[in-house]
C-alpha cells in the first residue's frame, strides 16, 4: 500500500505501477482510478489519474503521463 503523504514522489508512483501492470501489458483508465483508491494514493496522484482521458494504456504510456519512470 502507497502511504498517504502530501508529496508524490516517482518512487510512489513507480511503486502503484509495478503493482497495477504484474502481469498486465495494458490496463484501462477506470481500472488505473480503481486501483489507486483502493491503495490509498496521495490526492495529487490522484488527482491526476483522475485526468487521464478513457482508454487502455501501457506501463510506459501512463508513466509518461504521471511522471514516473518508463519500465
Do not use: K, N
Not at 483508491?37 to 504521471?66: C, F, H, K, M, W
Request: glycine share 8%; aromatic share 2%.
Amino acid at each position: 500500500m502507497i502511504t498517504v503523504t502530501d508529496d508524490v514522489t516517482g518512487a510512489d508512483l513507480d511503486a502503484l505501477l509495478d503493482d497495477l501492470y504484474s502481469g498486465q501489458e495494458r490496463i484501462t483508465q477506470a481500472e488505473i482510478h480503481r486501483r489507486a483508491v483502493a491503495a490509498e494514493v496521495p490526492a495529487e496522484l490522484l488527482t491526476r489519474i483522475t485526468a487521464l482521458p478513457e482508454g487502455e494504456y501501457s506501463v510506459d504510456e501512463v508513466a509518461d503521463l504521471l511522471g514516473g519512470t518508463p519500465q
